[in-house]
């Protein structure tokens, strides 16, 4: 009949399948970057690094003077038949020292940033080498890896003070995106790690207790000073479960900050909380992490500097 409507037609759902997830990825990957992003990270990461190492020389003075007995090889350093001698300890000392200031400032990059990345790798294969695995060393030396094989220093460097500032480009978006993806990928692994050991019990009040009170016990044996917030926390066992809670929400809910653009600030905020809440209870704080190093690649860094110079002029 003319006076009837033409029937609409429902079009199927479209269902997001593995292969366009993949698409996605690679996408999201390819997505061009400033060179100055990359370059800044450089600066900070590399900068951190070697700061941290000229701070804990007394783990190189340590290490060169333990028995041999204790040595017990992982990573790299189970290419090694036994320890190295304290000689060679302070000359891995100095070369790593010497290509961190020459990565930060981006000269010879080509070459440094691989050598400087595989150096730190080694040391911290071999620091933990020695009874306890150093998990806090594992970020940055990633990170570093990927910095070392990446275009870092075209922006920001050195070796790029005469040449123009290249455009965004792909080639300096990738590696922004793995560091970023490494980022958020240690915080899941640990709120796993958790629910591996304690499943639900890790909301019990007890749990997190245990650990606030062990540390802080654990502390004052060797004398060492008190955390600020333990015994508060210990004595109100209605913080625990959710203060137990958060900090899982905060490692599992990680990569969300890389998917979701306006939980990224919350998560990046939360993040900083959860270190210095471990640092007040636990005095337990990774340093790289904690005080925002790590957590870098999860933002457009160079806008901080384009407001510096604007303030300037």
């Known amino acids: 009949m003319s006076g009837q409507r033409p029937s609409k037609q429902v079009e199927p759902s479209k269902q997001v399948g593995p ?41 190189f003075s340590r290490l060169a003077t333990t028995p041999k007995a204790a040595f017990d090889p992982v990573g790299l350093a189970r290419l090694l038949n036994e320890p190295l001698s304290s000689e060679l300890v302070w000359v891995g000392f100095a070369l790593l020292l010497g290509l961190g200031a020459l990565a930060t400032v981006g000269w010879r990059y080509r070459i440094v940033g691989p050598l400087f990345g595989l150096g730190v790798l080694a040391w911290t294969s071999y620091h933990s080498s020695w009874g306890q695995l150093l998990h806090f060393e594992h970020l940055f030396t990633l990170h570093l890896l990927v910095l070392g094989f ?13 040449t123009p500032a290249p455009t965004d480009n792909v080639r300096y978006g990738w590696p922004v995106r793995l560091l970023a ?3 958020v990928t240690t915080y899941f692994l640990s709120g796993l790690a958790k629910l591996r050991h304690t499943g639900v019990a890790w909301f019990d009040p007890d749990t997190l207790r245990n650990h606030i009170a062990y540390s802080a016990s654990r502390i004052d044996l060797v004398g060492g000073p ?34 979701w653009r306006r939980f990224r600030n919350w998560w990046l905020g939360s993040a900083i909380l959860f270190h210095l809440g471990t640092a007040a209870t636990m005095l337990v704080f990774f340093g790289y992490r904690g005080l925002g190093v790590g957590l870098l690649p999860l933002l457009p860094v160079e806008r901080a500097k384009v407001a510096w110079e604007t303030r300037r002029a």
């Open 226 to 259: 008190t955390p600020p917030l333990a015994r508060i926390v210990v004595d109100r066992s209605w913080l625990l479960a959710p203060m137990a809670a958060a900090g899982l929400a905060v490692e599992l809910g990680a990569p969300l900050a890389l998917a």
């Open 19 to 59: 292969s366009e997830w993949i698409d996605g990825m690679a996408q999201w990957l390819s997505t061009p970057a400033p060179a100055e992003r990359l370059g800044l990270l450089r600066i900070a990461i590399s900068g951190f690094v070697t700061i941290y190492l000229a701070a804990t020389a007394a783990e």
């Open 181 to 183: 993806i490494a980022t």
């Open 150 to 162: 990446a275009p870092a220093a075209d922006a920001v460097a050195v070796d790029a003070r005469r």
